[in-house]
């Protein structure tokens, strides 16, 4: 009788078995779902954290860039104002002629203070106007400076100057050279000759011709 029992013991533990190991493989699985729904949470605090973060990197970098951005104008407007208190003298002294362009500043000399008619070798008595021209420049204005030598519609063939082509180059050239000479760095300088092409006042009289005849200066900002 007691060897009955003991069999029938032994039959329900093993019937019970694979119930207990269902129940811890439960539990493993349970523990294994909590444990990384836990390591998804804090990555994903991790990830907002590092968002976050970059939205702020990038926020100062373009507050940086537009600081930046912004500086160069603002002293570039310093130096354009300056500029033209300096040349001020010259303009009311009827020496020079200044206009304020969208780009820059454009200086006009009038060719009669530069130059013989037909040469393009600078008159001694210019160099006082291109000498305080020049240190305006070199000291307020960092940028590109455009020579552009003009001509009136007179045409011209001399032995030196084939065209009016050749004589605005040249001089728009000379004042380039005495730039140079006076310290203003020269891959900033520029030489061109338009000839006859941009009149400043329209006509064939004295007047308008005289008026063409020029030099212009401009200074880009």
């Known amino acids: 009788m007691a060897d009955e029992r003991n069999r ?47 939205l ?19 002293g570039d407007a310093r130096a354009r104002t300056e500029l033209l208190s300096l040349l ?8 020079i ?20 008619a037909g040469d393009a070798h600078l008159l001694p008595d210019s160099y006082d106007v291109l000498e305080q021209v020049a240190a305006a420049l070199k000291d307020h204005s960092t940028h590109n400076i455009l020579v552009e030598g003009h001509t009136d519609s007179t045409p011209i063939a001399t032995a030196k100057y084939e065209s009016n082509w050749e004589l605005s180059s040249a001089r728009a050239g000379a004042v380039v050279r005495y730039f140079v000479d006076q310290g203003i760095e020269p891959h900033r300088l520029a ?31």
């Open 8 to 54: 029938l013991k032994i039959s329900d533990e093993n019937e019970a078995s694979p119930e207990r190991w269902l129940l811890s493989y439960s539990d493993l699985v349970t523990t294994l779902m909590v444990l990384f729904l836990a390591l998804y949470a804090i990555q994903l605090a991790k990830n907002r954290e590092l968002e976050v973060k970059m």
């Open 56 to 74: 702020e990197t990038t926020h100062s970098v373009k507050a940086q860039s537009a600081s930046a951005a912004a500086s160069p104008n603002a």
């Open 88 to 95: 001020k003298a010259l303009h009311d002294k009827g020496q």
């Open 97 to 116: 002629n200044i206009n304020e362009e969208p780009d820059g500043v454009e200086i006009a000399i009038n060719a009669r203070i530069l130059f013989h």
């Open 191 to 221: 030489a061109i000759g338009r000839s006859d092409n941009i009149p400043l006042m329209i006509g064939d009289d004295a007047a308008a011709r005289a008026a063409n005849r020029r030099v212009t200066i401009l200074v880009q900002y």
